[in-house]
């Protein structure tokens, strides 16, 4: 799990990125949200943290969960939880960067 480990950090490190490019290019004024990743026994829990300026509050939202054991991208239905299919995995070509935007987990688009 050590190796699986490092490749999600790799993974929030690719959503940091992409999350940075949005606010430089669509939101300059406004404070960069921070990726992590806790990880539980089964999922890592991508979470989105932003700042709220003036106030001093940090607001935290799931950006979306890995699969601690497969590698397997999905998108959160709640706080807690995932949703049900599997959107990408942080092993595929791209990283799982073709699922991702600067606010979470695409949805899907075609179930078959």
């Not at 960069?32 to 935290?60: H, L």
């Not at 969960?65 to 959160?76: Q, R």
């Amino acid at each position: 799990m050590a190796h699986l480990k490092e490749e999600i950090n790799d993974f929030v490190c690719l959503v940091q990125e992409i999350v940075n490019e949005h606010y430089d290019k669509q939101c300059p004024g406004l404070p960069v949200p921070n990726i992590t990743a806790k990880f539980g026994r089964k999922y890592a829990k991508i979470i989105r943290e932003c700042s709220n300026g003036a106030r001093g509050r940090t607001q935290k939202s799931v950006y979306g969960f890995v699969d601690a054991h497969t590698g397997d991208i999905y998108k959160a239905a709640s706080w807690r939880a995932p949703a049900k299919h599997i959107r990408a995995s942080i092993f595929d070509a791209d990283g799982g960067k073709s699922v991702c935007t600067p606010y979470g987990i695409t949805y899907l688009i075609n179930i078959n």
